[in-house]
């Protein structure tokens, strides 16, 4: 069974930092794009940010130039650097990678999500 284990999240001033990590564990043959979306209170998830197994990324307007997402393969890592935190940006950060295990086509994974609080 593949798990998605986030950590990172907390209470900040606006202006802040924060760093975001996810750690990708079991019998896992590859991951491709791991990302992270975010859902505020009453909002639909977005997708934040997202990094491909090449290292290509992407990232919502809302948060480029502020937040950078990198990934380390070896540890089936992806972490999400935010900087220039908003109070905006205060939601629930969801880890997301899209998986292949022995013997199944890959499929999606979610963590169980990490609070951030911004404050203003």
């Known amino acids: 069974q593949v798990q998605l284990v986030e950590s990172g999240g907390g209470l900040v001033q606006a202006g802040g930092s924060l760093r975001l990590s996810c750690a990708a564990s079991?019998?896992?043959?590859?991951?491709?794009?791991m990302g992270w979306y975010s859902q505020a209170p009453g909002k639909q998830r977005e997708l934040v940010a997202v990094i491909t197994s090449g290292g290509s990324s992407n990232y919502a307007d809302s948060v480029k130039g502020r937040f950078t997402i990198s990934r380390d393969s070896a540890k089936r890592t992806v972490y999400l650097q935010m900087s220039g935190l908003r109070p905006e940006d205060t939601a629930v950060y969801y880890c997301?990678?899209?998986?292949?295990?022995?013997?199944?086509?890959?499929?999606?994974?979610w963590g169980q999500g990490t609070q951030v609080t911004v404050s203003s």
């Open positions: 997301n990678a899209d998986v292949k295990v022995p013997f199944i086509a890959a499929r999606n994974y």
């Open positions: 079991g019998i896992i043959v590859s991951i491709n794009a």
